[in-house]
């Protein structure tokens, strides 16, 4: 899982109530990533950032937000408008923007009780 | 459409037996491809790229992988097989997206060593 840290590792939820997941790398990567795992399903992008301060939607972005106020940091908040947001969440960064390897963090696993 | 098919959703493989896991993918441009595999309850691990060059790519824990551009195919092999390898794999691909390039995932192959 290399540098990359998510916390934290298991996470309840009530409906209705946001959440934030962090995610740290010390690798000095430029992008991050966030996905979505579901069971049997392959990784689907929420959001994505190539440099601090900025961020792009990615396939599915509806009920989740982001922020990159450091090149170090890229928390992801699931808010109450996600209406599915049972999941395991991956966090991931690369030197720069595609093109390049992905490096995972360990995930944070949500459950909405 | 820019997309990433693993057909086989679970492959099984006596140990000591080679083992292939399948890719295929459809992009434009060149492509960039990779694998991963994942323990469960963990993230990925990235095993092996190809980006240009040789088809033949070597990777970690002795995988390989074989590009073939006429086929459109980088299928995922090893020599002999451990039981240690039993994990889920996945095939990733660089794509054009409508908002930008990123990286398209296939689903996933659950790959299991039987001793």
């Known amino acids: 899982d290399g540098g990359i840290t998510q916390s934290p590792k298991y996470l309840f939820r009530k409906e209705g109530q946001n959440v934030t997941l962090s995610c740290e790398q010390n690798l000095n990567h430029d992008a991050m990533y966030w996905y979505r795992q579901d069971p049997g399903q392959g990784l689907r992008l929420i959001y994505y950032s190539q440099i601090v301060n900025d961020f792009q939607k990615g396939d599915i972005a509806e009920g989740y937000s982001v922020s990159r106020e450091k090149k170090e940091s890229f928390p992801l908040t699931v808010t109450s408008a996600q209406k599915n947001p049972t999941a395991f969440y991956l966090c991931?960064?690369?030197?720069?923007?595609?093109?390049?390897?992905?490096?995972f963090g360990p995930g944070t696993r949500l459950t909405v009780l | 459409a820019q997309s990433v098919a693993q057909p086989e959703d679970q492959v099984n493989v006596a140990e000591g037996n080679p083992l292939t896991v399948k890719c295929t993918y459809s992009v434009s441009g060149n492509p960039y491809l990779f694998w991963y595999v994942q323990y469960p309850n963990r993230g990925l691990q990235f095993l092996l790229k190809y980006i240009t060059g040789d088809n033949l790519v070597k990777g970690s824990y002795g995988f390989e992988a074989e590009f073939n551009k006429s086929q459109t195919s980088f299928h995922l092999k090893k020599p002999s097989a451990l039981v240690s390898d039993s994990a889920l794999y996945f095939c990733?691909?660089?794509?054009?997206?409508?908002?930008?390039?990123?990286?398209?995932f296939g689903p996933g192959t659950r790959l299991s060593v039987l001793p």
């Open positions: 991931a960064s690369s030197i720069e923007l595609a093109g390049d390897t992905q490096y």
């Open positions: 990733a691909v660089r794509a054009v997206r409508p908002y930008g390039q990123n990286f398209v």
